[in-house]
């Protein structure tokens, strides 16, 4: 079975700031990993993914997450950000075989301060 | 294009009574799943149907049951009620199965409310 952790459930960062979002997953077999954003009262929106290929993969507003098979994280990172990234971060993982569950993490609040 | 629509946004229901939640997938999306988010269980999820069949469960009761049309608009339905189905329900659609290459595009949910 698989699993995911994410570390910190809250994380406060001031406007201009990097910060990382911790996600390790568990996992006997390869699976693809995701990171989604939800905005208040709103759905999942899909950040990025990583499927295979370069371990490093990068979204369009900055963000990029790193995968590392020997550690098995997935970990989050922005080198500045904005107030209107405030929002809740979820890492997910799926098993490449054609199955359209993902497993998610509890969740990590980004909260950006001015 | 569109994108996933789900109706209703807002839900108050009785214990006891059922409730039937509708998605919409963006057109050309044959694939739905469907999960349950709450404070306490974080995002679950239930069901994944794909041209009209039941490809995947989730572990929830059998009082969740959902089903698939041949325009891929999809439903989910709750009978007997219980304070803990108190939710966001999403919706999430794909071309296809999998989250390869196309992966899935979430709706805004269903917030149902059990008082």
């Known amino acids: 079975a698989q699993s995911v952790t994410q570390l910190d459930s809250q994380v406060p960062v001031f406007e201009e700031a990097p910060v990382e979002l911790r996600c390790n997953y568990s996992?006997?077999?390869?699976?693809?990993l995701f990171w989604y954003v939800q905005y208040p009262n709103q759905g999942l929106q899909l950040l990025l993914k990583?499927?295979?290929?370069?371990?490093l993969v990068e979204s369009i507003n900055g963000f990029e997450a790193e995968f590392n098979k020997s550690q098995t994280s997935f970990h989050l990172r922005k080198p500045s950000v904005h107030i209107s990234d405030t929002a809740e971060y979820f890492c997910?993982?799926?098993?490449?075989?054609?199955?359209?569950?993902?497993?998610f993490g509890q969740g990590t609040t980004l909260q950006v301060k001015p | 294009k569109a994108g996933v629509t789900q109706t209703p946004r807002y839900l108050i229901k009785t214990r006891g009574q059922q409730v039937t939640l509708s998605c919409s997938p963006i057109?050309?999306?044959?694939?739905v799943s469907w999960y349950q988010q709450t404070p306490g269980q974080g995002l679950q999820f239930l069901f994944e149907?794909?041209?009209?069949?039941?490809?995947n469960k989730g572990n929830f009761p059998g009082r969740f049951s959902g089903r698939q049309f041949s325009n891929s608009r999809s439903e989910m339905n709750v009978s007997t009620l219980e304070l803990g189905d108190s939710a966001l329900y999403l919706c999430?659609?794909?071309?296809?199965?999998?989250?390869?290459?196309?992966?899935?595009?979430f709706g805004s949910g269903t917030r149902l409310t059990v008082v």
């Open positions: 990583y499927l295979s290929g370069s371990t």
């Open positions: 996992s006997s077999v390869s699976v693809y």
């Open positions: 999430a659609s794909s071309f296809e199965p999998g989250q390869g290459r196309y992966g899935y595009t």
């Open positions: 057109s050309g999306h044959r694939s």
């Open positions: 149907y794909f041209s009209e069949t039941q490809r």
């Open positions: 997910a993982v799926t098993l490449p075989s054609n199955t359209g569950k993902l497993i």
